[in-house]
């Protein structure tokens, strides 16, 4: 049978099971037992059947399904998925993959039937549909993109917005609801809408306002994935100001137990799924409009002024992106000559003439940079409850045992945790170095650090929103437990 075939078996066999289902799922692994009540969205379209179910144990898509009737006439429905469990909640140690019949009564509005998995476990689902009015999902979007400041939220606007004829979103709708505004748009790419997206920002910075508002979204709008971009302080021996990080993991630095003269942290991290890390590690910041090559005025400034601020330029993150061969040694006896540094015992310092020259430069130029040769950075991101600015933070971020943190900023974890808890499929984070958390904290990058970080969650998502779709449709994933 052609797929083309087995979904119309499909729509001729099943009635329409789109909708919110309330479910029981009753279990066996070995002699023990137990019921885990759950609760499942159901997508019913030409590609398919697949269903969202959301417990406490795992996430799963739905592989494959096929109708059919059984010896008494009704109508049966064949599907395999596959489970990725969670890090709570969950014995399983890797994923694994499942199969079940279910049968509808139209009577109960009913599906159940049994199940079984590849760990040796089976059981009963039990879904019934829920009535008219408890319905959750009240628009269908494939991205949720939540902002954490007007300023991001412009950002995201304008890099997600049609760049050229038939590429971005081309118009935008607003939702003004009172408890969960948003505004939603369709992507399209070469004139074919590639997906559907919501982008929101919370009344308030910070882990609470934002968590609040991922979470009523997820529930009104089912979203397939769940992102961010923004700005955030950078390690500063990890990423120049410019640079954007994107998510290995999440999570919060602050939680864990204050002793009298110590801190106790119990972290628990979020990681990004392997395919989304490898496919952001795939991403180059050559290819985002915010990039572009130094010029010679370029590498002489940024030297002066990391010698202003007390770094060494050689060891600096960005030093290769600023002199090439030759470069560096050339420039140096430049400003040699031209009187702006000297060498005193081994050591680049500024003369008197060279600070004052970098310190105007620095006052006069107060516009945000336009293009910058910015470099991206997958890692852990730490999020905290307080903006940061005291210089030793990384230290402490390290002996609380993460050692290779990237970024520091308030909201990754809380989109982490609540993509998590609600089920939803994929998150990402990218964010862009405005500051390194210390007392030179300015804002001078905020701008362009909003902007390239929406130019590369656009990108990304362009090249890799592809891998959720099958024959042209959407194919959602399932969450379930292990059972």
């Known amino acids: 049978m052609t797929s083309g075939e087995n979904r119309s078996k499909i729509q001729s066999t099943l009635p329409d099971l789109s909708g919110e289902w309330s479910m029981k799922i009753h279990w066996q692994r070995g002699e023990a037992t137990g019921t885990v009540i759950a609760s499942a969205s159901i997508r019913h379209s030409p590609a398919g059947v697949a269903l969202i179910v959301r417990s406490p144990g795992s996430n799963s898509h739905t592989v494959l399904s096929q109708a059919g009737y059984d010896a008494s006439g009704l109508p049966v429905l064949h599907y395999i998925y596959e489970v990725e469990p969670k890090a709570i909640g969950s014995d399983a140690k890797g994923t694994y993959k499942g199969a079940a019949i279910l049968r509808f009564y139209d009577n109960d509005e009913e599906l159940s039937g049994n199940y079984w998995t590849d760990q040796l476990t089976k059981g009963h689902f039990q879904l019934n549909r829920k009535p008219p009015g408890t319905q959750g999902v009240t628009e ?49 790419r070469g004139e074919k809408e590639l997906f559907r997206l919501a982008l929101a920002k919370p009344d308030r910075m910070g882990s609470i306002e934002t968590g609040r508002l991922a979470a009523a979204l997820i529930e009104r709008l089912s979203p397939q994935c ?44 979020f990681p990004v799924s392997v395919a989304w890390k490898r496919a952001a590690e795939d991403l180059k910041a ?28 050689r060891n600096h993150p960005a030093h290769n992106r600023y002199f090439k061969d030759g470069d560096w040694k ?154």
């Open 330 to 483: 050339r420039l140096i006896e430049t400003l040699e000559k031209q009187g702006f540094v000297e060498l005193v015992d081994g050591v680049l310092e500024l003369t008197a003439l060279g600070k004052e020259d970098v310190q105007r430069s620095t006052y006069l130029d107060t516009e945000p940079p336009k293009k910058l040769p910015i470099a991206l950075k997958v890692g852990p991101i730490a999020s905290g409850n307080m903006v940061v600015k005291d210089g030793v933070t990384w230290e402490q971020l390290k002996q609380l045992g993460v050692r290779s943190v990237v970024g520091l900023e308030m909201e990754a974890a809380t989109i982490a945790a609540v993509a998590r808890s609600s089920g939803v499929p994929d998150w990402l984070v990218i964010k862009g170095v405005m500051d390194h958390a210390d007392p030179r904290k300015s804002d001078r990058y905020k701008p362009f650090a909003a902007r390239a970080s929406a130019e590369a969650l656009r990108l990304f998502l362009d090249r890799n929103f592809t891998t959720y779709h099958r024959d042209g449709q959407p194919v959602p994933a399932e969450v379930g437990t292990r059972t």
């Open 140 to 188: 269908k979007i494939d991205v949720l993109l939540v902002t954490a400041i007007p300023l991001e939220y412009e950002a995201a606007k304008v890099a997600f917005s049609e760049t050229s004829p038939g590429n971005g979103v081309l118009s935008w709708e607003e939702r003004n609801d009172v408890s969960a505004p948003y505004t939603v748009g369709n992507y399209v």
């Open 226 to 269: 769940l992102v961010m971009c923004g700005v955030c302080a950078g390690n500063p021996g990890e990423v120049a100001l410019g640079d954007l990080v994107i998510s290995e993991l999440a999570y919060q630095h602050d939680e864990g137990k204050r002793e009298t003269n110590s801190f106790v942290a119990d972290h628990r991290q």
């Open 286 to 313: 050559e290819d985002l409009p915010s990039y572009g090559p130094p010029s010679d005025r370029d590498a002489r400034f940024w030297l002066l002024e990391r010698l202003l601020a007390g770094d060494d330029p």
